[in-house]
């Protein structure tokens, strides 16, 4: 048997409807092979992370462009704690300042990417950081 | 051209090919082997006289200031009067931006021009939970009509002219800036200004939305109407192309889909019993200017071409000013870089060059640091300065359309406008834009295009400076714009303020009436500003278009 389909769930929350950068991104990874599933505009964290539940992710990427970021995305990573999926990776990607990248990343954060980012960047670290759950290396 | 000067020309471009270019390309092979604009149209090694067969320069260049205006809608241009220096500003709260303004008015600028945070622009109060961590952060926080009088403090509302980037909830605004000036003893026949007011380009690319494309465009007719009727010098719906390409469009996707918005509202005005000639003069327009410097000015030029023709052919409108494509121009936000950010000066006075260029009526320059924040005062400053140094150093406002009679700038002009009937034709056959939006057509070929371009970058067929190449290895660190933390607190403090302090009664009977005209088909404008006037909140006259027309959800489209 060949090894599980990774499934990514590509996510944008806040009220921007910037979603050039996560549009491209989710296709960018569904050309690399991986299963997208794209959650459409203006998702608030609880709607966020409850498709990742019920779809059964192995990663969660977020493309944030509204300033929201230090309060919309730990508030995912905490809803799937509370959920029991805190093996889910979440990455994000936008318009998230430096200075601001270690809070996030000590929130459960895994990777930012900040403008100027390759597709390639992106899905090489998805190839060595996500693994289908359970199936830990 | 007569027939002998053509065969001359052609004769030399012949010999010109078979000894001189041939020696050149012989020695020196060209760079690429396809050269194109950022848009990928191709662009040919040279352009000379009478490419083109049968091309009518008279009728298709023309004259400024007559039909079809390619060369500008007006006879002396800037030599009469320079564009509006409009920069677009908002964060915080009214108190924050209202400073704002004051200082840009004291910088020489000449009209203002309001950023709305994102909980505005999508109709939800500032103590909604949707509205978390976005009150006040990429615009100015208004929910009640006393928001709008601090916005407007110390400003003469019948002097300056005020543009409002609010679309879904555009209706709304304008009521409350209709009743802010009513309480100053300020006629609203004097008051200009604009409104966006531009719902399609919402729903194909800027994505703030309320209530379904239908409806939403019955509130569009309603504010057309009421405008008509009561604000003869307000601009009702600014059909734009800025949000369009900055979502990833080409120039002639910006072009095609803002022209058919445009051919929708105007539809849409004559179905609502208007007389084209009374709505159409105050309808103006917003594109975006990108890198690629003479396609940003051929599609101006084609824009108002291609519009004069659309307005006297398609809707028989027999007013000039009917035909005439006004237009506010923005540098591309999109083009800027988060790497080596003085660059982006540097872009953006090139982008504003080919805005003036292309014959715009009012433009804003972006400022270096905005693809991490909203500008600093500093940034803001050089922007500004960037647009009067065109108008007073370069010399280029000093003639009609310069660029015109550019053997290259004509073809690529009428080769956008050829490119966009085609879009425009495939359009008319879905049934007009509203249809080809609820397919999901335009959403689709914008999604094509930007990753077909990021494709591009990826493998460097298309450069950006600091970015996939010319690299530094270390960040250059610039100053930021802060938003104050408090200010989400100080905002909700002052809508519960509102809500505890106004009649009651009076807020349930607006509502109630409003909730009436939207439910009976009736003009809903005069029960909405009746609804701010008794301090009836932003989020809760949306919630009865909420309840009236449902909430719309957008098939999410890779």
Same mark, same amino acid.
């Given at each position: ?17 910037? %979603? ?88 459960? #954060?895994?990777?930012? &990417? ?24 | ?54 091309? %009518? ?30 920069? &677009? ?37 500032? %103590?909604?939970? *949707? ?5 006040? *952060? ?11 009088? #601090? ?105 095609? &889909? ?27 327009? &917003? ?22 023709? #659309? ?113 425009? @034709? ?12 609820? @397919? ?49 607190? @100080? ?7 509102? *809500? ?14 409003? @909730? ?16 701010? *006037? ?25």
């Amino acid at each position: 048997m060949g090894e599980p389909r990774v499934r990514i769930l590509i996510a944008k929350p806040g009220l921007d409807g910037h %979603d050039r950068g996560a549009k491209v991104v989710a296709r960018a990874l569904r050309d690399a092979g991986y299963e997208v599933i794209y959650t459409g505009l203006h998702q608030t964290p609880e709607m966020i992370a409850s498709a990742a539940v019920q779809e059964d992710v192995d990663a969660i990427g977020i493309s944030i462009l509204s300033g929201a970021h230090n309060a919309l995305l730990p508030r995912v990573v905490a809803l799937l704690r509370e959920q029991g999926a805190e093996d889910v990776t979440v990455f994000a990607g936008g318009v998230i300042p430096d200075e601001d990248i270690p809070g996030l990343k000590a929130a459960g #954060i895994a990777e930012v &990417f900040t403008p100027g980012t390759s597709l390639e960047e992106i899905v090489s670290w998805v190839r060595t950081h996500v693994r289908p759950r359970g199936v830990r290396a | 051209m007569d027939p002998g000067e053509r065969a001359r020309w052609e004769e030399a471009r012949r010999r010109w090919e078979a000894t001189t270019l041939r020696d050149s390309l012989a020695r020196h092979p060209e760079r690429l082997e396809r050269f194109s604009t950022v848009s990928d149209l191709e662009v040919a090694r040279l352009y000379g006289p009478g490419e083109g067969a049968g091309r %009518d320069d008279l009728a298709r260049i023309g004259l400024p200031g007559e039909y079809p205006f390619t060369r500008g809608i007006h006879a002396t241009m800037y030599r009469g009067r320079l564009w509006t220096m409009r920069m &677009f500003a908002g964060f915080g709260t009214a108190e924050d931006t209202n400073a704002r303004f004051h200082y840009l008015l004291s910088q020489g600028q000449t009209g203002l021009s309001v950023a709305f945070d994102m909980p505005t622009l999508m109709g939800y109060d500032s %103590d909604h939970p *949707r509205a978390l961590g976005e009150v006040g *952060r990429e615009g100015v926080a208004v929910d009640t009509v006393e928001d709008m009088d #601090i916005l407007f403090r110390g400003i003469p509302l019948d002097q300056v002219t005020t543009s409002m980037t609010i679309n879904a909830p555009a209706n709304v605004l304008l009521a409350m800036y209709v009743a802010v000036a009513a309480d100053r003893g300020i006629d609203p026949r004097a008051l200009g200004g604009t409104i966006q007011n531009d719902i399609l380009k919402e729903f194909i690319a800027q994505k703030e939305w309320i209530v379904p494309p239908r409806p939403s465009m019955k509130l569009v007719q309603d504010v057309l109407v009421y405008c008509t009727r009561e604000l003869p010098r307000w601009n009702t719906i600014s059909i734009s192309g800025y949000h369009i390409r900055e979502a990833g469009a080409t120039a002639v996707q910006e072009l095609a &889909f803002t022209l058919a918005d445009g051919i929708a509202y105007v539809q849409a005005g004559i179905d609502a019993g208007l007389d084209v000639d009374a709505f159409a003069p105050r309808l103006s327009f &917003f594109f975006d200017v990108h890198n690629d410097f003479f396609e940003e000015v051929a599609k101006l030029r084609a824009a108002r071409r291609m519009w004069a023709r #659309i307005m006297r052919e398609r809707f028989g409108a027999r007013a000039p000013r009917s035909w005439m494509l006004r237009t506010h121009a923005q540098t591309a936000g999109v083009s800027l870089t988060a790497q080596q950010p003085l660059n982006n000066i540097v872009r953006t006075a090139l982008q504003a060059l080919a805005a003036v260029l292309g014959g715009v009526q009012s433009l804003h320059t972006n400022s270096m640091d905005e693809t991490y924040a909203l500008p600093t005062e500093e940034a803001v400053t050089v922007a500004l300065r960037t647009q009067q140094i065109i108008a007073h150093e370069t010399g280029v406002a000093n003639t009609v359309d310069p660029l015109g009679g550019s053997y290259f700038v004509e073809a690529l002009t009428d080769r956008l406008e050829e490119e966009a009937w085609a879009y425009i @034709r495939r359009i008319d056959e879905m049934g007009g834009m509203l249809a080809a939006i609820e @397919r999901g057509y335009p959403m689709r070929e914008i999604a094509e295009a930007s990753y077909r371009y990021q494709q591009q970058l990826e493998r460097r067929e298309k450069i950006v400076v600091g970015v996939n190449a010319f690299a530094d290895a270390e960040p250059t660190p610039i100053p930021l714009h802060k938003v104050d933390p408090e200010v989400e607190r @100080r905002q909700v403090e002052r809508l519960r303020r509102v *809500r505890a302090t106004r009649d009651a009664g009076a807020v349930h009977r607006a509502l109630e009436d409003l @909730r009436r005209a939207a439910e009976e088909g009736g003009n809903t404008m005069p029960p909405l500003v009746e609804a701010v *006037r008794a301090r009836a909140s932003l989020g809760e006259i949306c919630d009865v278009f909420r309840r009236v027309y449902g909430e719309y959800r957008e098939q999410a489209i890779l």
